[in-house]
């Protein structure tokens, strides 16, 4: 399977400190896209980052990726209680399945105010 | 900023009846997607669709469920006969390009009873 896995499953935080969710896959990508979910609403785009490239940032979201070990992290830095979602990575494969995401289960991230 | 629109957000219908899901991607968008997620669960890829046909479809997509672009604007999922087991939220998406990011629309929850 390719999915993505998110780890830790759950995070709780106070507002200020930052908040790191991981992602393991376990084929070759493409891309790799982190999206958060407030509850039972939608997916919202966060970043997209190529396998061709290490880090990424958009405002206080810090991405990386590591192609060796198959492996994502996403940073928020200074949290705020928004920021409370499930956030979750997935994974765009070559080949034939070139455009279909894989989902991982997701992080649920509580800040605390 | 263009966003992904999904009608109805909510849909109740009884087992057996056949029901249309509505989306209105990106308007500058070429492929389109279809996923969905179970209480509780991954988000799941059912199908993916461009220049007016399917180019994947996911094992759970089997010959219950059928897609359509039937005018320039709406990309359309409709299941024939549910089940209760198709109860879930669906999320349309578009993309520009198979490797770039995917817009999701804010989803529609279907229950069948």
């Known amino acids: 399977s390719q999915q993505g896995e998110e780890d830790p499953q759950a995070l709780s935080i106070q507002e200020g400190e930052n908040a790191t969710m991981n992602c393991s896959y376990k084929t070759s990508i493409n891309n790799l896209q982190w999206y958060r979910q407030n509850s039972g609403r939608g997916l919202v785009h966060l970043i997209l980052i190529r396998s061709n490239e290490r880090e990424k940032h958009s405002g206080r979201l810090r991405v990386t990726l590591d192609t060796s070990k198959k492996s994502s992290s996403l940073l928020i830095t200074a949290s705020r209680a928004a920021d409370t979602a499930s956030y979750f990575c997935?994974?765009?494969?070559?080949?034939?399945?070139?455009?279909?995401?894989?989902f991982g289960r997701g992080t649920q991230l509580t800040v605390w105010p | 900023e263009p966003e992904v629109t999904q009608t109805p957000s909510h849909q109740v219908t009884q087992m057996g009846q056949e029901v249309i899901l509505r989306c209105v991607p990106i308007s500058n968008h070429l492929y389109f997607y279809w996923y969905r997620q179970i209480l509780g669960q991954k988000v799941e890829f059912l199908v993916s669709f461009y220049n007016n046909e399917i180019s994947e479809k996911s094992e759970i997509f089997d010959d219950q469920f059928s897609v359509e672009r039937p005018d320039g604007s709406n990309f359309t999922l409709k299941i024939r006969s549910t089940k209760l087991e198709d109860s879930a939220m669906y999320f349309c998406?578009?993309?520009?390009?198979?490797?770039?990011?995917?817009?999701f629309g804010p989803g529609t929850r279907l229950l069948v009873l």
């Open positions: 998406a578009s993309s520009r390009d198979r490797v770039e990011t995917q817009y």
């Open positions: 997935a994974t765009v494969g070559r080949g034939s399945t070139l455009g279909r995401l894989y």
